[in-house]
């Protein structure tokens, strides 16, 4: 299995940010203490290989080898986060909650082919539809410091868990003597680590309501998903069977989210 990805870029964009993060608490000096709950929701950018053409880098030959699903389209994030102020008054704790859902580019040939001990070979036929979901939970650090007294600079950064949904996969190929072989994700929803990094405006409209203009950066590690054998189909013989080895692929979340947040304080 080959897995390409952007991990030395991550490190440096999460530990930029807790960089940052700790720099507010020297500073902290004067302002309101006070927590906050805010719903937010935005695009959803693909970047790195999960933005990557669907199957553009896989090579699938004769039942095995690697499989890249990667085809996420922009797509949506939503979520809510919870702010403690339980440190001083520029730094706390996040509990974050965020989702996201992103629909498959277009259709693309499954590449590969089946070589047959006769001689000659044969295209796989591909079926892949739906949309990947994800979502995170999310315990991590808080900070502000007022720019002027109506708005605040933020930022933030959080580890927990990333749960993964992904799209419907299958691919199927027809023999010359008429056998008709298939794959399919046997495991199309799993999890892993996941983190979130970023940065954001806060405008002040009241002491207890503000809106918040937010860019983050979520991830995840690569999670694996694994396919069944190639299984014959019902109207032929099933003790043929020309994959002993399941398929599998890693797909690790990577976007950057820019979103719109209304913040109420409690």
Same mark, same amino acid.
Not at 50 to 58: A, H, N, T
Not at 237 to 253: S, V, Y
């Given at each position: 299995?080959?897995?390409?990805?952007?991990?030395?870029?991550?490190?440096?964009?999460?530990?930029?940010?807790?960089?940052?993060?700790?720099?507010?608490?020297?500073?902290? /000096?004067?302002?309101?203490?006070?927590? *906050?709950?805010?719903?937010?929701?935005?695009?959803?950018?693909?970047?790195? +290989?999960?933005?990557?053409?669907?199957?553009?880098?896989?090579?699938?030959?004769?039942?095995?080898?690697? $499989?890249?699903? *990667?085809?996420?389209? $922009?797509?949506?994030?939503?979520?809510?986060?919870? &702010?403690?102020?339980?440190?001083?008054?520029?730094?706390?704790?996040?509990?974050?909650?965020?989702?996201? !859902?992103?629909?498959?580019?277009?259709?693309?040939?499954?590449?590969?082919?089946?070589?047959?001990?006769?001689?000659?070979?044969?295209?796989?036929? =591909?079926?892949?539809?739906?949309?990947?979901?994800?979502?995170?939970? $999310?315990?991590?650090?808080?900070?502000?410091?007022?720019?002027?007294?109506?708005?605040?600079?933020?930022?933030?950064?959080?580890?927990?868990?990333?749960?993964?949904?992904?799209?419907?996969?299958?691919?199927?190929?027809?023999?010359?003597?008429?056998?008709?072989?298939? +794959?399919?994700?046997? !495991?199309?929803?799993?999890?892993?680590?996941?983190? $979130?990094?970023?940065?954001?405006?806060?405008? %002040?409209? =009241?002491?207890?309501?503000?809106?918040?203009?937010?860019?983050?950066? %979520?991830?995840?590690?690569?999670?694996?998903?694994?396919? &069944?054998?190639?299984?014959?189909?019902?109207?032929?013989?099933? +003790?043929?069977?020309?994959?002993?080895?399941?398929?599998?692929?890693?797909?690790?979340? /990577?976007?950057?989210?820019? +979103?719109?947040?209304?913040?109420?304080?409690?």
């Amino acid at each position: 299995m080959r897995f390409k990805s952007d991990n030395n870029n991550m490190r440096r964009i999460f530990f930029c940010t807790v960089l940052t993060v700790a720099a507010f608490a020297v500073q902290a /000096q004067g302002m309101d203490k006070g927590h *906050h709950i805010e719903f937010y929701g935005g695009a959803s950018f693909p970047v790195g +290989n999960f933005g990557k053409p669907l199957f553009g880098s896989s090579h699938f030959e004769n039942g095995e080898g690697t $499989l890249d699903f *990667h085809g996420a389209k $922009l797509g949506a994030s939503y979520g809510l986060v919870a &702010d403690f102020y339980v440190i001083n008054d520029y730094i706390g704790i996040l509990i974050n909650v965020n989702a996201g !859902t992103h629909s498959l580019q277009a259709a693309a040939t499954y590449p590969g082919k089946y070589f047959f001990p006769s001689g000659g070979t044969a295209e796989w036929t =591909t079926s892949a539809s739906g949309s990947w979901h994800s979502i995170q939970a $999310l315990l991590g650090i808080t900070a502000r410091y007022p720019v002027v007294d109506w708005m605040l600079f933020t930022g933030r950064a959080a580890i927990g868990y990333s749960h993964f949904v992904v799209p419907f996969f299958s691919a199927s190929i027809t023999t010359p003597n008429g056998y008709v072989y298939s +794959n399919t994700l046997t !495991t199309p929803s799993k999890g892993g680590f996941g983190y $979130l990094a970023g940065v954001g405006l806060q405008f %002040c409209i =009241t002491s207890a309501f503000g809106i918040h203009l937010r860019s983050d950066y %979520c991830g995840s590690s690569a999670i694996s998903f694994k396919g &069944d054998k190639a299984a014959v189909s019902e109207i032929y013989d099933k +003790n043929q069977d020309i994959n002993k080895t399941p398929f599998e692929f890693r797909e690790a979340l /990577q976007t950057v989210n820019i +979103n719109i947040g209304l913040s109420l304080a409690f």
